[in-house]
């Protein structure tokens, strides 16, 4: 049986969603390189903005990793439970990118 969790922003997902895209941000942002930080910034962005542009490559780094998807038009969005676990846990502290855990009570 898969378990649903509450997050932060008051959506549920299965949990197992959650620790997955939670360990793809970490790696993204942990990774030392500017395509991957940038990624990540991007897909905060467009977790905001669905009309967002993506930068560069960015949009087939997150496609890449299962967190977009192309329309019929070949527009790349975001999956809803991914934006609903980008908004729960990225916060910026100035204009550093922090990551915490998404899921409520945690």
Same mark, same amino acid.
Request: proline share 1%.
């Given at each position: 049986?898969?378990?649903?969790? @509450?997050?932060? %922003?008051?959506?549920?997902?299965? +949990? ?11 790696? &993204? #942002? ?23 542009? @993506?930068?560069? %490559?960015?949009?087939?780094?997150? +496609? ?11 527009? &790349? #969005? ?29």
């Amino acid at each position: 049986m898969t378990e649903l969790c @509450l997050l932060k %922003n008051g959506s549920t997902v299965f +949990l197992t969603v959650a620790k997955v895209v939670l360990s793809i941000m970490k790696n &993204l #942002h942990k990774t030392d390189t500017n395509t991957s930080l940038r990624a990540l910034q991007e897909l905060v962005y467009i977790s905001y903005d669905s009309r967002h542009r @993506l930068w560069g %490559n960015t949009g087939f780094i997150l +496609l890449e990793l299962g967190l977009l998807y192309k329309d019929g038009e070949q527009f &790349l #969005h975001v999956h809803d439970s991914v934006r609903d676990i980008v908004r729960s846990s990225i916060r910026y502290n100035d204009a550093e990118l922090v990551i915490s855990d998404p899921v409520e009570g945690l």
